[in-house]
């Protein structure tokens, strides 16, 4: 009965389910319309209010993250194997995912079930950040679409243009903080799951 009376935190008690990675429920913290910045408080589970987004940017999809994953050493290892740099460490968040949706979702604290096609491989400060890109599952537009390269080239470039200019000032910046050195497909994004799991039971357990 006690268990009953408290939420779950959303990073550490929410259970991706019995299908992970190929088919997982996942945190929402933002949607498109959200023009604040919104995060999980790790320490409380609650939703945090980060900052104002900047400038025009506007998530362009839901966006949240996967429960019971870290961005740690796996994490970082496998990314300095796919781009041959050196010197990188997980960002020590949760691996974080875009869900296209074609019906509209209004706010975030949410889970959804998710199912991922694919992601960008992004460099934050020499920080392993991917950004694990999914589908609603059963979303009457999406539903069909099994791999990344089956999307739209348009709405891939807003996603990485997203990523690429949401932390940018707005005049021309020769070291751009942020950096996509890769879009991937759906059995390297499983791989990047897997690898923030070993990094989460790594650490929390």
């Known amino acids: 009965m006690a268990k009953q009376l408290f939420v779950a935190h959303p990073w550490h008690g929410i259970d991706p389910g019995p299908n992970s990675p190929q088919e997982m429920d996942v945190f929402i913290e933002m949607t498109p319309t959200d023009t604040m910045k919104y995060e999980v408080d790790k320490g409380s589970g609650y939703i945090r209010v980060d900052r104002p987004q900047k400038y025009s940017n506007q998530t362009p999809c839901l966006y949240g993250f996967i429960p019971k994953t870290h961005s740690a050493e796996h994490s970082a290892e496998r990314c300095m194997a796919k781009t041959g740099k050196t010197g990188i460490v997980g960002d020590g968040d949760p691996i974080d995912i875009c869900v296209l949706s074609s019906i509209p979702i209004n706010h975030g604290n949410i889970i959804v079930t998710a199912v991922p096609i694919g992601g960008l491989r992004m460099i934050d400060k020499d920080e392993a950040d991917d950004k694990i890109i999914a589908i609603l599952k059963d979303?009457?537009?999406?539903?069909?679409?099994?791999?990344?390269?089956?999307?739209?080239?348009?709405?891939?470039?807003?996603?990485?243009?997203?990523?690429?200019?949401?932390?940018?000032?707005?005049?021309?910046?020769?070291?751009?903080?942020?950096?996509?050195?890769?879009?991937?497909?759906?059995?390297?994004?499983?791989?990047?799951?897997?690898?923030?799991?070993?990094?989460?039971?790594?650490?929390?357990?």
Do not use: C, M, S, W
């Open 139 to 205: 979303d009457p537009v999406f539903a069909p679409i099994k791999d990344i390269q089956d999307l739209p080239e348009t709405l891939v470039n807003k996603l990485r243009h997203y990523f690429l200019t949401y932390k940018a000032i707005p005049v021309v910046n020769e070291n751009p903080l942020v950096e996509i050195t890769e879009v991937y497909g759906r059995e390297e994004a499983l791989e990047v799951v897997k690898a923030g799991v070993q990094d989460y039971f790594k650490h929390f357990f």
